[in-house]
């Protein structure tokens, strides 16, 4: 059964690693997608804005030398970005043992 471009997308694209960014860091400036993270500026932006839109994160205007973005995951972002992680643990990290046929 193949993947659609939808589902390869979130589990494997950038929404769902940022998802799982903000579940280690907690917290992230938008510049630290693009400088440390190596998003280009529409990818982190489109995915944010479309991550916000969801209800899984949300952004808070700061201050300090200049005004600036934070961005974090709200309680249900929270719960989503632990399964995407389960869910990229199944298929990324562990195999899976094929029974023995006769």
């Not at 993270?37 to 969801?54: G, Q």
Request: glycine share 6%; charged share 30%.
């Amino acid at each position: 059964m193949g993947r659609s471009q939808g589902q390869e997308r979130f589990l494997f694209g950038p929404d769902a690693r940022i998802l799982i960014l903000l579940l280690q860091k907690g917290e992230c400036k938008r510049s630290d997608f693009q400088v440390l993270y190596n998003f280009n500026h529409f990818t982190a932006v489109s995915s944010l804005t479309y991550l916000r839109d969801l209800g899984l994160c949300e952004c808070e205007d700061r201050r300090g030398r200049k005004l600036f973005q934070v961005w974090f995951l709200t309680e249900k972002g929270k719960i989503v970005a632990d399964m995407v992680a389960e869910i990229i643990k199944i298929t990324v990290n562990e195999t899976i043992e094929q029974p023995n046929r006769k």
